[in-house]
């Protein structure tokens, strides 16, 4: 039986990182064999691409340069680690996916969504995540939050306008798609946070959950 393939998305300092380990806790505590992976990244390809994308070397770069590494990456990705996974029975969680392409390339660069679709179906063929979870917070919240974790990288230090447009780009991708994406606020204290996150994943586990 094929695998579940589950995304977590958001902007800068929403949790991610603590949220996607208790995800993976608790998909294993259910018995659910779980491959976790990044974007852009996953492997040792994509990792040195996601060096490329962050470096401050490289601020200016194109915004369809961007676009196309973050496809490169993840046709690499989806090659050596996503669909090997999930064709093994395996559940996939991936830290962000090609929801974050639409937000970031999308909402924050202004590249026409038609184009990312387009990239999407060739690289993605049919696949796409059985179900995202976005973690949500006001961008200022989040920002202070990511300022609070040391030097920041190529993307984390646009502007709060940038940031705004990727936001309100997540927020109209779960407005599209109601029963793959789930919002989470992620703005209160974590147990809140986890609270609703443990909600979600119980629809998820269930047979023929969304």
Partial sequence: MRGRFITVEGTEGVGKSTNL?????QLEAAG????????????????????????????????????????????EHLAKVIVPALEAGKWVLCDRFTDATYAYQGGGRGIDTSRISALENWVQGEL???????LDVPVEIGLARASQRGELDRFEREKEEFFNNVRNAYLSLAE???KRIH?????PALEVVQSQLADVLKQIMEPNGD
Avoid at 21 to 25: C, G, S, T, V
Avoid at 128 to 134: F, M, Y
Wanted: charged share 25%; hydrophobic share 40%.
């Fill in 128 to 134: 796409r995540p059985d179900a995202t979870l976005i």
């Fill in 176 to 178: 599209q798609y109601p």
């Fill in 183 to 187: 919002i989470i606020d992620a703005a």
């Fill in 32 to 75: 659910i064999e779980v491959v976790q992976t990044r974007e852009p990244g996953g492997t040792p390809l994509s990792e040195d691409i996601r060096q490329q994308l962050l470096d401050h070397r490289h601020t200016g770069m194109s915004s369809d340069c961007e676009l196309l590494l973050m496809f490169a990456a993840r046709a």
């Fill in 21 to 25: 380990e208790f995800i993976r806790q």
